[in-house]
């Protein structure tokens, strides 16, 4: 069974094996893992800012990002153009927000001049999408980030499905704050998430009145220093997102940023012989999402894909059963990728 | 290496092989190992309430029993004999409750009488810790259920360490949300939480004001219905998990009981034999903490026994060097207790 969908995604073995490794987590075995996870992710995110680490889905990390920064009434804008922007509009709201939403169409990209627009003298914090995992949309961060940086307010990236797979800049690009996971280009199994934080993001932490516990930055920094988190942390987790970091670093990240470009070019032209349709403008190299043939459920092309032992991906929200997404990130290599489109191609022939 | 630490403890080697296998989270793979999660967990609870579980460490699920169920300003009573009761103290407080507190001496136990003269006819709920991990005592859950509910408040219980250890019987002793967490009486690794939710706990929800996203109770029963989950869940966990309750299972509840309990004789035996000092009142039988003789530091006890291969744990805030501590709980037979022990007097002898 192959999976290629976009996240959870296939983990080198020494990832696996690692989950199988003992430790406590006040001891210095598991101090010394803690430590090169966290240096290793400030390699990746190319920042010298802290990263926290949590105990959570990605969306817990998305919601750290709220709760630490803000206070009721706060003015943010939210870019939103798939569902994970649709997410962050979601939380800011749920936390009494003043929420200004840039609503694009899904399948379309931000567009920084919208942006631009709606930015308001008091907009605190802007929130974009890196990789919209569900349309398989690239934002432009680094366009976004000059408008927003002008502005002089804080910028939040979800790069949750971008990070380790596209080119992306923490420190260079003005983001303010980071938020990623383990499960996607990072080749570690579901239930890590990251933010990274600039001195900004922490000077405005110091005023946020927001309530928080579980997710309160404060903590996890105190306990930073010493290799550890302030609660148990997911043990086998950490020692396998050391494997995966360990194996990013030594594949290099141009060179996988490579890789995933040219796995998407092949699948794109393989999908378009196919006579089917893409879906995503300014497409990310961490996904393709098609559209089903007419009449055609993605939930039977999935199906159909899954029982020749490929798992790929339906869509998401409105989109749910008009499109599929093939991910082309994670432990994989071409031969994977050209399986997965001679069985598509099968399935599609044998559907229409 | 033996693990004989509060959490997390020895796991079995099925467990442990289950988390390579691989799958995503909407298939129906993962669901059946989901289902079967929440199945047994139900018998393990004793409950006919819903079950919800979270990507998180057992911290998470404490804060999602707060943010859930009440809005700023509503009095609660928190029980405190402990780290783990301070801690519903600090989230509660964080949240702008109006909070009570019944704070009893460390190492000792929870007096119900002292519950029933706190309580205030406006006190919403009541939190109680069933074992203090911190110290090894176990309240009277059973006790201060009684006297909660004839108050008509909610009734809230951690029993992160002590589910699957000791006697808890959520729907007879009428916990309206009992808080677990992975990797101790559960033999699984850390990073999965779990809360049960009484018809009273929805009721109550229904009204709260707190906000919250993450841990929304109604996102995960909505997804419940469909053995799933609504964020990316921490599969790998799961698949453990799903052999562990298995295996308790198999064991039988009763079984594992009297067998902790048999341990924790044992060992207390074995302790007052050394010339050491038990520190429990009420001691629970997840785990046995003791004084550390005079001018020496359990550091060092702790430092010495992971020398010779087994991980105890020291203490924790004030008593953080004056106790250590010894769980008997978990996937170990009593010759790991024996073992502890030989090594535990040979290392006091030394350092004495």
């Known amino acids: 069974m192959i999976l290629l969908t976009p996240g959870p995604t296939e983990i080198p073995g020494e990832s696996i094996e ?53 206070s009721p009434g706060d003015r943010v804008l939210i870019c939103s153009n798939g569902k994970f922007g649709k997410r962050f509009a ?55 980030g000059r408008i927003v940086k002008e502005n002089g307010s804080l910028f939040i990236v979800d790069t949750i499905s971008g990070l380790g797979v596209m080119e992306f800049e923490t420190d260079r690009w003005g983001v303010d704050v980071a938020v990623s996971g383990s499960q996607k280009g990072l080749m570690a199994p579901p239930g890590l998430s990251f933010v990274s934080l600039s001195e900004d993001a922490w000077e405005s932490h110091r005023h946020a009145r927001l309530p928080k516990y579980y997710f309160s930055f404060d903590s996890y920094k105190e306990k ?55 879906f995503a403008e ?24 899954k029982r020749k032992g490929i798992v790929i991906a339906g869509g998401q929200g409105q989109f749910k059963e008009t499109i599929f997404r093939i991910a ?18 099968s399935v599609i022939q044998n559907l229409v």
């Open 90 to 144: 979601e939380i800011t709201k749920s936390y009494g927000l003043n929420v200004d939403i840039y609503a694009e169409g899904w399948g379309k990209a931000i567009n920084p001049e919208m942006v631009n627009e709606m930015l308001k003298k008091d907009t605190k914090a802007v929130f974009l999408t890196h990789n919209e995992t569900s349309t398989g949309v690239a934002n432009d961060v680094k366009a976004v």
């Open 18 to 70: 690692a989950m199988s490794r003992k430790a406590h987590h006040r001891t210095s075995e598991f101090r010394k893992a803690f430590t090169s996870v966290v240096e290793n992710l400030h390699w990746l995110f190319k920042t010298k800012n802290d990263i926290l680490v949590f105990a959570s889905s990605g969306t817990g990390a998305m919601e750290a990002s709220v709760v630490n920064l803000f």
């Open 328 to 345: 082309h990130m994670g432990y994989i290599e071409r031969k994977h990728i050209e399986m997965c489109m001679d069985a598509l191609s």
């Open 282 to 305: 300014r497409p990310s190299s961490a996904l393709t999402s098609v559209r089903s043939p007419q009449n055609i459920s993605s939930r039977d092309i999935v199906e159909h894909m």
């Open 224 to 278: 930073l220093e010493t290799g550890q988190t302030p609660f148990t942390p997911a043990i086998p987790l950490i020692f396998s997102l050391e494997k995966s970091l360990d194996f990013i670093k030594k594949s290099g990240l141009e060179n996988l940023f490579k890789k995933y470009s040219a796995l998407a070019d092949m699948t794109r032209e393989r999908i378009l012989k196919m006579g089917l349709e893409l």
